[in-house]
């Protein structure tokens, strides 16, 4: 099933720009793609893309970016949520590169990982994209639709990334996060998924989609005697209200 779910959605996507880390594999120096991964961070595409142009005009290097007063790095990637903290594990990265690894991104998980500020996703981008290994970044939208879709049945991106390791090829790893986080944005919403014209419709099993969450949210609220919130619900307490209701 995973083949065919993949080539449709490369069809699908052939002729869409991939997100702003996913263009920068053929252009971009290792450590350009490990700061753009830090910047996307809790961030929409367009903040990612604005603040790394911002950024990478004036500074590529580890060396460049220290020699930044912090100010003016802050002011640089303003558009990246949490800019504060993120310029504070910029300057430590770029530091750590220079001092521990002789100013060269390191290419194994193991060493990526002992740098602060390098989790196990931003450790995989930088494998895949700046190295071409087969490894599959995965973050909580990948771990969403992979759950969605039915390729595994997971509690954790960690689960998840283990598990699609086990069913998909070497090329599959190197495309698999591009092609779900653009069918994430296009079609697999997490709020109102577009079903009727998503072109994996007839291989999703649509876990954990409810037809009328609309209904079962008033419902809910009609059994408690709950006043309807006026201000939209967060995902999180969405998904608590609606399994309540399916309980009950």
Known sequence: ???????????EYASINRTTLNSMRKNATPFQILIACILSLQVKDEATKKATENLFKIA?????????????LEELIYSSRHYKKKAQTIKHISKE??????????????????IK?????????VLNFA???PVIPVD??????????????????KETENQLNKITTNKQKKEINALLMLHGKNYCLTRKPNCKKCPIEKYCKKTKITEKPDF???KYHKQTKQ????SRLTDRVNCQYRSKVLSS
Request: glycine letters at 4%; a positive charge.
């Open 1 to 11: 099933m995973i083949n065919k779910i993949l080539s449709n959605l490369e069809k």
């Open 60 to 72: 590529k290097t580890p060396k460049q970016i220290l020699n930044l007063p912090t100010k003016k």
């Open 97 to 114: 590169i220079i001092n521990r690894f002789k100013n060269r991104v390191p290419n194994t998980k193991e060493e990526l990982l002992s």
């Open 117 to 125: 500020g390098i989790g196990p996703k931003t450790a995989n981008i």
């Open 131 to 133: 190295f071409n290994k």
């Open 140 to 157: 909580s939208n990948v771990h969403r639709i992979s759950n969605r879709i039915g390729l595994v049945n997971t509690k954790n991106p």
């Open 216 to 218: 079962l949210l008033h």
């Open 227 to 230: 006043k309807k919130p006026q």
